[in-house]
């Protein structure tokens, strides 16, 4: 009898322990607009946020986002925070502010349970913070405005950036060398500690607003209309490469040498597995601009964004689609989805051909980019099931409507210059 116990003990428990594939959504509890992430470990992740018209807050989990609470509120309304940055398990900052009116920097010791506020010796609002050790940190923010803290960011002392454009995101590589980057295309450099900055050539005129640096060899920043550049010798010099995107591209981590995530607007996500020479997009499950992103290994990590969306993933973003077919099509189809009437779970099955002539899409191997959108009745996008590329073949995807309302939906296949719509049918 123990022995039967223990295997429907195992039996039951288990589903609690297995995670969807891909990138999956997370309850916030917020509809407030979450601006950055940071990962401490499986369990513990600390958010900032913002709404147009209400307070900044700081959320935080420590049971792997399966719920998250407020643990910080600002004093004034209209106050955003922007940025998060730890430097161990424990001790962490986050800047923020209103405009060129007020500079907000928050201090925690005890890996996000409480913050205190501490002195800036600007107005400026900071838009983002790099805390290297537990000693030394640097923040950025409105009309150039650079500060450094040599204390853990207790104490700070302003720095002379020489540009008066906003700066929206920092790196530091070292204890002497950094990487900021900001409007305008505006990338300055330090290489004593922030005594000096230098401007850099960054080859455009497109806003920056991330920047990523694991060594001297390798950092990417990220801007406006898809823009990834790279550089391999200290931010000295920088490259534009190809994403394959013209969303704005909000945010970007580096994982390992070869292993990097940027996230942006519409929910777009994308990861390159050889030093950003490819980039691949991932499907997000969201059409909310997505601003924060932080991984603790390659497999496992979050992003956040507009309306309180958290999304987690614990594969690195590789989703379950496969080819149901060995058979290639000749043509695109969508079938209806099945069943239908439905409740709440049902499938839709869809056809890639190869492509017709040369150069039409994209070469063989690496697909089209494939997009399956969910729509209300008003014609309100709710959820995007598919968007990435896909090679030629025969597929199908579930959708669980579990968290939406009887009633008409629509959802939508898309692919280069096709597109089909059909409708389907819940009832609860």
Not at 42 to 71: E, K, L, Q
Not at 205 to 233: M, Q, R
Not at 332 to 341: G, V
Request: net charge neutral; proline share 3%.
């Amino acid at each position: 009898m123990s022995k039967l116990y223990l295997i429907f003990w195992i039996f039951i428990t288990l589903p609690l322990y297995i995670y969807p594939q891909g990138w999956f959504q997370q309850n916030s509890g917020t509809t407030n607009n979450l601006t950055d992430i940071k990962m401490l470990s499986v369990n513990n992740a600390v958010v900032t946020a913002y709404c147009p018209d209400c307070y900044g807050r700081i959320f935080r989990t420590t049971n792997a986002g399966a719920s998250w609470s407020i643990v910080y509120t600002t004093a004034g309304a209209l106050t955003s925070l922007f940025g998060v940055s730890f430097s161990n398990s424990n001790t962490g900052l986050v800047v923020g502010g209103l405009f060129n009116f007020l500079c907000l920097i928050l201090r925690t010791t005890n890996t996000g349970s409480t913050w205190s506020q501490q002195n800036s010796p600007v107005n400026n609002n900071l838009y983002d913070v790099s805390l290297l050790s537990s000693n030394i940190g640097i923040a950025v923010g409105f009309n150039g405005a650079v500060i450094k803290t040599t204390d853990g960011g207790i104490s700070w002392a302003s720095q002379i950036s020489n540009v008066s454009t906003h700066l929206y995101g920092i790196s530091l590589l070292d204890s002497n060398t950094g990487i900021a980057v900001g409007a305008s295309g505006k990338i300055i450099r330090t290489s004593d500690g922030g005594s000096n900055w230098n401007l850099v050539n960054s080859g455009t005129a497109k806003k920056l607003n991330a920047v990523s640096f694991i060594n001297a060899n390798l950092g990417f920043a990220v801007g406006d209309s898809g823009l990834i550049l790279k550089s391999t010798n200290n931010g000295l010099n920088w490259s534009t490469l190809t994403s394959g995107t013209l969303e704005e591209l909000l945010n970007v981590q580096i994982i390992s040498i070869n292993t990097s995530v940027v996230v942006g607007s519409h929910g777009v996500i994308f990861r390159t597995t050889n030093s950003g020479t490819n980039w691949l997009s991932q499907n997000s499950t969201t059409i909310y601009a997505l601003t924060g992103v932080s991984f603790i290994d390659s497999n496992t990590g979050s992003s956040v964004g507009y309306n309180g969306t958290i999304l987690r993933t614990t594969n690195g973003g590789v989703t379950a689609i496969q080819p149901v077919s060995n058979e290639i099509p000749e043509k695109f189809s969508l079938s209806q989805n099945y069943p239908n009437p439905f409740n709440p779970t049902t499938k839709i099955r869809f056809d890639i051909p190869p492509p017709a002539k040369a150069g039409q899409v994209m070469e063989w191997g690496r697909g089209r980019i494939v997009r399956i959108t969910i729509y209300d009745m008003l014609g309100t996008e709710i959820t995007t099931l598919v968007n990435e590329q896909l090679s030629p073949g025969t597929y199908e995807i579930g959708w669980d409507a579990s968290n939406y309302t009887s009633g008409v939906y629509y959802y939508k296949f898309a692919a280069g210059d096709y597109s089909v719509t059909k409708k389907m049918v819940l009832i609860k």
